[in-house]
């Protein structure tokens, strides 16, 4: 059994695109007929709560020196982190806003990444004190943006702060691959647009039946 966790970003209830994406990967990985258990986290419709300075402090006491309010604080982080732990595959459908992730998806990732949870921090590792608790998951990364060209030596090459900043994070999930499908051109329309959901379309598809048919690490001999 295939354990997926699915968390969506967009702030929409219609006329997502990422939802799209979602449900597409989904719908296509049912069409195999191999079990899968989904975890859904909406992030967009549900936005998980900023972290404070109370949480922080809460954060960094000891287990067994907590309050009862310090453990109510973090009882939506545990939740969070042990959706994550769960996962095989981790699904995140997100929209680029302003050139990065939405506050919820931020959110998110704040209550997630979190010290003696996710990750551990030891100064005797010199330089590179953190190290992943959790390892061996795969990133399936679904975007949409309004613009286009964000790749090396393209016409907004170097504004894409959403899918680094996700890549760069997920090591703290315990992802060891990533897969990424984008739709561009989301407000210009037209052909390139289409084009651009058609061939994203064209890789999702792909995608969950590779996955369901030979399983999450099938992918990692080529990420995306």
């Given at each position: 059994?295939?354990?997926?966790?699915?968390?969506?970003?967009?702030?929409?209830r219609t006329?997502?695109?990422?939802?799209?994406?979602?449900?597409?990967?989904?719908?296509?990985?049912?069409?195999?007929?191999?079990?899968?258990?989904?975890?859904?986290?909406?992030?967009?419709?549900?936005?998980?709560?900023?972290?404070?300075?109370d949480w922080i402090?809460?954060?960094?006491?000891?287990?067994?020196?907590?309050?009862?309010g310090q453990k109510s604080l973090l009882a939506d982080s545990d939740m969070f982190i042990n959706e994550v732990e769960q996962a095989d595959i981790i699904l995140i459908a997100t929209p680029m806003y302003n050139y990065g992730m939405p506050a919820?998806?931020?959110?998110?990732?704040?209550?997630?990444?979190?010290?003696?949870?996710?990750?551990?921090?030891?100064?005797?590792?010199?330089?590179?004190?953190?190290?992943?608790?959790?390892?061996?998951?795969?990133?399936?990364?679904?975007?949409?943006?309004g613009e286009f060209g964000f790749g090396t030596g393209e016409l907004n090459d170097g504004s894409d702060h959403l899918t680094p900043h996700l890549r760069?994070?997920?090591?703290?999930?315990?992802?060891?691959?990533?897969h990424h499908v984008?739709?561009?051109?989301?407000?210009f329309g037209g052909h390139r647009f289409e084009a651009s959901k058609a061939e994203a379309k064209r890789q999702i598809e792909d995608l969950a039946i590779e996955l369901a048919e030979h399983g999450p690490n099938a992918g990692r001999r080529g990420q995306a």
């Open positions: 059994m295939t354990n997926l966790l699915r968390v969506d970003a967009s702030a929409r006329r997502s695109l990422t939802r799209m994406m979602s449900d597409l990967f989904l719908a296509n990985w049912a069409k195999t007929g191999v079990d899968i258990d989904i975890i859904s986290r909406d992030v967009g419709l549900h936005p998980p709560v900023a972290i404070s300075e402090a809460a954060a960094f006491t000891p287990i067994e020196q907590r309050s009862t919820a998806l931020k959110a998110w990732v704040d209550q997630v990444v979190r010290i003696g949870k996710t990750f551990t921090f030891d100064l005797e590792r010199g330089d590179r004190p953190l190290e992943p608790i959790f390892s061996g998951k795969t990133l399936i990364l679904l975007t949409a943006s760069t994070v997920s090591k703290y999930l315990g992802v060891n691959a990533t984008g739709i561009e051109y989301q407000e």
